[in-house]
């Protein structure tokens, strides 16, 4: 595999998604993006927003779930960041999406106010469903597009990052960020869960129940010739392998957070009020970085 979308393409058009306004505006005006006025994109009435431009080569698209219609603050959270993920794909085909944003820390595992992370996989720790098979569907555990060389090149933590809809943790999701294993926790990162691409081996999750065990059966319910079974590397490799995806839509993402606050700390809420905007600046330097874009016009997983 040679570049972002797997199937050999080069990265022409990058979706970011973004949360919060004060997320978003720094890298706006970085990339010289402007706001799409003509509201043809997206269905009459939502709030979201696209930003966009050409920067070096690449063609950027920022879209922001914008503002809710009654409350006013920003549409945070695993609902808002879906539809508009869905949306913009639909309309603007991107190559690679990069979810940008905050996250909590934990200390335990090492994490600071103002580190950045890219997430090496993404899970739910507020879908708890406690029957067979639907416990891990509501886990939806996930490998993240593998970017190794913009790793080396680039100064980032690495951890895997556990999303809920929520920005304080109660114990069962405290308990459940323990068992995903997650050094960052956010409220958006679901965008990508149900779309990442069967024939992508690095988008590959196991599966590891019984009936799907050889992929048969999960070939027999998606509806798909079972020759791709044998032809796919993705299978072919991991044998056992079933990946659990909606193959609909196939576009990588990545997963770039900085940490506002301490989850295992005092006071996570306050923290992450009073860090917002400074944090923000860190992520927004890391995310429009010249390594980042330079290697995002030449090969990103190379
Ligand atoms: N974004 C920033 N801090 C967060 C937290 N503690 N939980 C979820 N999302 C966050």
């Given at each position: 595999?040679?570049?972002?979308?797997?199937?050999?393409?080069?990265?022409?058009?990058?979706?970011?998604?973004?949360?919060?306004?004060?997320?978003?505006?720094?890298?706006?005006?970085?990339?010289?993006?402007?706001?799409?006025t003509?509201?043809s994109?997206?269905?009459?009435?939502?709030?979201?927003i696209?930003?966009?431009?050409?920067?070096?080569?690449?063609?950027?698209?920022?879209v922001?779930?914008?503002?809710?219609?009654?409350?006013?603050?920003?549409?945070?959270?695993?609902?808002?960041?879906?539809?508009?993920?869905?949306?913009?794909?639909?309309?603007?085909n991107p190559?690679l999406?990069?979810?940008?944003?905050?996250?909590?820390?934990?200390?335990?595992?090492?994490?600071?106010?103002g580190?950045?992370?890219?997430?090496?996989?993404?899970?739910?720790?507020?879908?708890?469903?406690?029957?067979?098979?639907?416990?891990?569907?509501?886990?939806?555990?996930?490998?993240?597009?593998?970017?190794?060389?913009?790793?080396?090149?680039?100064?980032?933590?690495?951890g895997?990052?556990?999303?809920g809809?929520?920005?304080?943790?109660?114990?069962?999701?405290?308990?459940?960020?323990?068992?995903?294993?997650?050094?960052?926790?956010?409220?958006?990162?679901?965008?990508?869960?149900?779309?990442?691409?069967?024939?992508?081996?690095?988008?590959?999750?196991v599966?590891?129940?019984?009936?799907?065990?050889?992929?048969?059966?999960?070939?027999?319910?998606?509806?798909?010739?079972?020759?791709?079974?044998?032809?796919?590397?993705?299978f072919?490799?991991?044998?056992?392998?079933?990946?659990?995806?909606?193959?609909?839509?196939?576009?990588?993402?990545?997963?770039?957070?900085?940490?506002?606050?301490?989850?295992?700390?005092?006071?996570?809420?306050?923290?992450?009020?009073?860090?917002?905007?400074?944090?923000?600046?860190?992520?927004?330097?890391?995310?429009?970085?010249?390594?980042l874009?330079?290697?995002?016009?030449?090969?990103?997983?190379?």
């Amino acid at each position: 595999m040679t570049a972002a979308g797997g199937d050999g393409r080069r990265i022409s058009t990058v979706l970011i998604i973004i949360a919060m306004q004060t997320e978003a505006l720094p890298l706006v005006n970085k990339f010289q993006l402007s706001e799409d006025t003509d509201g043809s994109l997206f269905p009459t009435g939502v709030p979201w927003i696209r930003y966009h431009g050409l920067y070096k080569e690449l063609h950027i698209n920022l879209v922001w779930p914008g503002k809710d219609s009654v409350l006013g603050v920003d549409s945070v959270g695993m609902i808002s960041a879906s539809l508009v993920t869905y949306a913009s794909i639909q309309a603007l085909n991107p190559d690679l999406i990069i979810n940008v944003g905050t996250a909590g820390g934990s200390r335990a595992k090492g994490a600071c106010v103002g580190d950045v992370y890219l997430a090496s996989n993404v899970a739910f720790h507020d879908r708890r469903i406690p029957i067979p098979v639907f416990d891990m569907y509501g886990i939806g555990s996930r490998r993240t597009f593998s970017t190794p060389n913009l790793l080396k090149e680039l100064n980032l933590k690495v951890g895997k990052l556990s999303t809920g809809d929520s920005l304080d943790m109660s114990p069962q999701d405290e308990a459940s960020i323990l068992a995903n294993d997650a050094t960052i926790k956010d409220m958006e990162a679901c965008l990508d869960v149900r779309r990442t691409y069967a024939c992508n081996e690095i988008f590959c999750t196991v599966f590891p129940y019984e009936n799907y065990g050889d992929g048969k059966q999960w070939f027999k319910e998606m509806g798909r010739p079972a020759s791709q079974l044998t032809s796919d590397p993705c299978f072919r490799d991991k044998g056992a392998a079933v990946a659990y995806v909606a193959d609909l839509l196939s576009v990588p993402a990545i997963f770039v957070k900085a940490v506002t606050d301490i989850v295992d700390g005092a006071k996570p809420t306050s923290e992450f009020l009073q860090n917002l905007v400074t944090v923000t600046a860190a992520l927004d330097q890391a995310v429009s970085q010249k390594n980042l874009v330079a290697k995002l016009i030449s090969r990103l997983t190379e």
